[in-house]
T-cell receptor, first 113, second 112 residues
Framework: AQSVTQPDIHITVSEGASLELRCNYS??????LFWYVQSPGQGLQLLLK??????LVQGIKGFEAEFKRSQSSFNLRKPSVHWSDAAEYFC???????????FGRGTSLIVHP | NAGVTQTPKFQVLKTGQSMTLQCAQD?????MSWYRQDPGMGLRLIHY???????DQGEVPNGYNVSRSTTEDFPLRLLSAAPSQTSVYFC???????????FGQGTRLTVV
């Protein structure tokens, strides 16, 4: 069965600084990979997804993620963080043996002015 | 353009009461799922369905029942509410196996 780990529970950055949120997965073949964002009191919104092809994926709100097979990682990046990016971020992995994606525990992003 | 609709948005129950959380999607998705979200625990899968008439258990199914009589609806039933079921519940649907999920806005449930 696949699994996903988000090593950082909280990340604090200053507005305008760059951001990288880490995600590691466990699965034998190439999985489907996703990043979601959850603003306070809201549901989850898909930021970006990777199925195959180009390993650098562009998403909404200026986010991107890079799939690195050798490191089993799918880290989320943004070059310049805005205060409105403060939210909970979830990485998820879908694999051929499962019907439903598996989610990580989430990383809470705090943005200082 | 409704997507996934959950009702109610908020609910307070007394211990031992039963209730049904409603979930409906208008995207003709085959796959639907229920999660609960608790602080520090992320999203944990309760039950899921791969089509009308087919359901299966997820990671934390105890105390919950589901059924899927139509493609559109996937209600979650709490049989006898317990304080440990205080949580935020999310319903999601997916167009294909293991692909991206579309989430509802959630139901915040408090059991006293």
């Amino acid at each position: 069965a696949q699994s996903v780990t988000q090593p950082d529970i909280h990340i604090t950055v200053s507005e305008g600084a760059s951001l990288e949120l880490r995600c590691n997965y466990s699965y034998g073949a190439t999985p489907y990979l996703f990043w979601y964002v959850q603003s306070p009191g809201q549901g989850l919104q898909l930021l970006l997804k990777y199925f195959s092809g180009d390993t650098l994926v562009q998403g909404i709100k200026g986010f991107e993620a890079e799939f690195k097979r050798s490191q089993s990682s799918f880290n989320l990046r943004k070059p310049s963080v805005h205060w409105s990016d403060a939210a909970e971020y979830f990485c998820a992995v879908g694999a051929g043996g499962s019907y439903i994606p598996t989610f990580g525990r989430g990383t809470s992003l705090i943005v200082h002015p | 353009n409704a997507g996934v609709t959950q009702t109610p948005k908020f609910q307070v129950l007394k211990t031992g009461q039963s209730m049904t959380l409603q979930c409906a999607q208008d995207m003709n998705h085959e796959y639907m799922s229920w999660y609960r979200q608790d602080p520090g625990m992320g999203l944990r899968l309760i039950h899921y369905s791969v089509g009308a008439g087919i359901t299966d258990q997820g990671e934390v199914p105890n105390g919950y029942n589901v059924s899927r009589s139509t493609t559109e609806d996937f209600p979650l039933r709490l049989l006898s509410a317990a304080p440990s079921q205080t949580s935020v519940y999310f319903c999601a649907s997916s167009p294909r196996r293991a692909t991206e999920a579309f989430f509802g806005q959630g139901t915040r449930l408090t059991v006293v």
